[in-house]
């Protein structure tokens, strides 16, 4: 037994240097194991650290691009929506104006219609004219016409006269030599004496009758040429109211053809005027449709206006969230340089990135109320 314990300690002193040595071997190379795990999964913490510390570097650009893109949406809604009140106080005057000019339309439609129905009374009251002047007319040439006759009737009056004139010359010479011949019979009846004494007387009686028939025949001829010579004065007065009544239808005609003129631009006036109401009618209506399209385009810009508040609000939002993300994204930048500073060892960097990242989240706090008071403005 003793020998076989001594056998046992020599093969165990012998052993345990060699079980050392294995143990050494051994620690060392799960060291180096430990060290290169260790190692590789530090340079892949480093480099997700780096990818992290890239994608929140862009997070913070995205995050700044958005508080900006905020800030010019928030300005430019404000715009919109000066803007916008612009535009509706503009479509009110519009509207205003629309129903001006339909009630202006309105107006110049009832003077038109009045204007229409002064135009159809003159038109009435001028083809009444014109049947006047017309008769008128009429008359004075059958007046013409009349006095035509009554000049031909004198002139053959005057022709009898002068007729009658001549048969009465032919009497006169007839009586003088009746007279002459009772008075050669006196002489004759004279000479006979007692014989003839009868016949004297009776050559007496034809003298005197020849005188007497000399004095009728004389005054008839005096009557006569007095009676020819007012013909001659009636002819020419006569002559002179023709010319008159002539010169008078020629008037008349003038003057009917003056109304009937006067009656077509009347007529053509009224059609005129009758176009006017008829466009009056036209803009009265469209003004019209113009003030009911201002009245919906106002309520469609309210609308609007009230989608711009709602937006405005959504806007104001968007911009305070952006101010949250930019400050969550600067301070996610600041542990992630923590666990850059960590993993590289370096205590200084970590703490001067921390200290940076707290100051710039600061600043991003005390800008984010005069921010939000621009947006409010």
Not at 30 to 52: N, P, Q
Not at 285 to 314: R, V
């Amino acid at each position: 037994v003793i020998v076989d314990l001594q056998l046992i300690s020599d093969l165990f002193q012998e052993t345990i240097p060699r079980l050392l040595l294995v143990s050494l071997i051994v620690l060392c190379f799960g060291l180096a194991i430990a060290f290169m795990v260790t190692h590789s999964i530090l340079k892949r913490l480093k480099s997700f650290a780096i990818r992290l510390h890239q994608m929140a570097h862009n997070k913070v650009r995205i995050a700044e691009q958005v508080r900006q893109n905020s800030n010019s949406v928030a300005l430019s809604n404000e715009n919109q929506a000066a803007q916008l009140l612009k535009v509706m106080e503009k479509i009110k005057e519009l509207g205003t104006h629309a129903l001006e000019n339909q009630d202006k339309a309105q107006l110049n439609i009832n003077s038109t219609d009045q204007l229409n129905d002064s135009f159809q009374q003159i038109i009435a009251q001028s083809q009444s004219t014109e049947l006047a002047v017309s008769g008128m007319r009429n008359s004075i040439k059958e007046g013409s016409e009349s006095m035509v006759n009554i000049m031909s009737v004198l002139l053959d009056v005057r022709d009898s006269g002068l007729l009658i004139n001549k048969i009465l010359e032919s009497l006169n010479s007839i009586t003088q030599q009746t007279k002459m011949l009772a008075t050669n019979a006196a002489i004759e009846a004279a000479r006979a004496g007692e014989h003839g004494k009868g016949f004297g007387v009776v050559a007496n009686e034809v003298a005197k009758l020849a005188e007497n028939s000399k004095l009728a025949t004389h005054q008839i001829s005096k009557l006569i040429s007095d009676s020819a010579q007012q013909g001659m004065q009636i002819g020419e007065l006569a002559d002179k109211g023709n010319q008159s009544l002539k010169q008078l239808e020629n008037k008349y005609e003038a003057l009917s053809d003056f109304v009937e003129d006067l009656a077509k631009s009347v007529l053509l006036n009224s059609d005129n005027v009758t176009d006017i109401n008829g466009r009056a009618s036209k803009v009265s209506e469209l003004s019209l449709s113009q003030s009911k399209a201002t009245e919906d385009l106002l309520c469609l810009l309210q609308q609007m206006d009230e989608n711009e508040n709602q937006n405005k609000n959504f806007t104001d939002k968007i911009l305070i969230e952006s101010h949250q993300l930019h400050e969550g994204t600067l301070h996610l930048l600041g542990l992630i340089k923590e666990i850059e500073g960590l993993i590289s060892g370096d205590e200084n960097s970590t703490q001067i990135s921390k200290n940076r990242l707290n100051n710039q989240s600061k600043l991003g706090r005390l800008q984010l109320p005069s921010n939000t008071k621009n947006l409010g403005g």
